[in-house]
């Protein structure tokens, strides 16, 4: 979906260290969200937020941060607390909370240790 | 919690065939349902959707159906092609507690045998 950009496509990352995906999105949605993915497996939400300054954890939310600062960027800082990062990260956004309407995903970002 | 349960996990059909794929919702707040079509490596894409007031919706050789008693719906693909051949994954939106997010099920493969 061209409204929501996630950069980078790829992602090292090496022990100790922080490392931040970014998740910028031009639809005017208020929520967006993030999930991790493993290989073969379903979708996991880590955090999601519905308004800007505001944010909730999901269901595996340690070793993970997240800010909203602005309505179009909802970026992830996955912290060296994460001890098995290596996943398929999406990051998606959906209207006014109330309406029922689908989440748009990006393209995801595919997160290695080096 | 919410759960959203689907079956079954993996699916192979004759192209031609119908496939059939079933989820279970457990938060009776839930009002809207989409489904989701991911191609390997790939963001989830939006297929079909029901909200609570429907039974039944058709978009093509695609539909679903929606038992709010029972809290079930179901996709349904007729004349299935090579081209299906992806992971399906069911959601459903609710407002437990106030706060807005979509529970995924696991995820059904489907192998379209030509």
């Known amino acids: 979906d061209g409204g929501i950009t996630q950069s980078p496509k790829y992602l090292f990352r090496k022990e100790g260290q922080n490392v931040t995906l970014s998740c ?3 639809l005017n949605h208020d929520a967006m969200y993030w999930y ?7 979708l996991r939400l880590i955090y999601y937020s519905q308004i800007v300054n505001d944010f909730q954890k999901g269901d595996i939310a340690e070793g993970y941060s997240v800010s909203r600062e602005k309505k179009e960027s909802f970026p992830l800082t996955v912290t060296s607390a994460q001890k098995n990062p290596t996943a398929f990260y999406l990051c998606a956004s959906s209207g006014r909370r109330e309406v029922s309407q689908p989440q748009h995903f990006g393209d995801g970002t595919r997160l290695s240790i080096l | 919690g919410e759960n959203v349960e689907q079956h079954p996990s993996t699916l ?3 192209e031609g065939d119908s496939a059939v794929i079933k989820c279970t919702y457990s938060d009776s707040a839930s009002n809207y349902f989409p489904w ?3 191609e390997l490596g790939k963001r989830p894409q939006l297929i079909i959707d029901i909200r609570s ?3 039944e919706k058709k978009d093509q050789r695609i539909a679903v159906t929606l038992n709010k008693t029972a809290k079930h719906f179901s996709l349904h693909i007729t004349e299935t092609q090579p081209e299906d051949s992806a992971v399906y994954f069911c959601a459903a939106k609710g ?3 106030g706060t807005y997010k979509y529970i995924f099920g696991t995820g059904t493969r489907l192998k379209v045998l030509a």
């Open chain 1, 24 to 26: 910028e999105q031009n």
């Open chain 1, 36 to 42: 991790r993915q493993d290989p073969g497996q379903g």
């Open chain 2, 12 to 14: 192979s059909v004759q």
């Open chain 2, 36 to 38: 989701y079509k991911q």
């Open chain 2, 53 to 55: 007031n429907v039974g």
């Open chain 2, 95 to 97: 407002s437990t507690s």
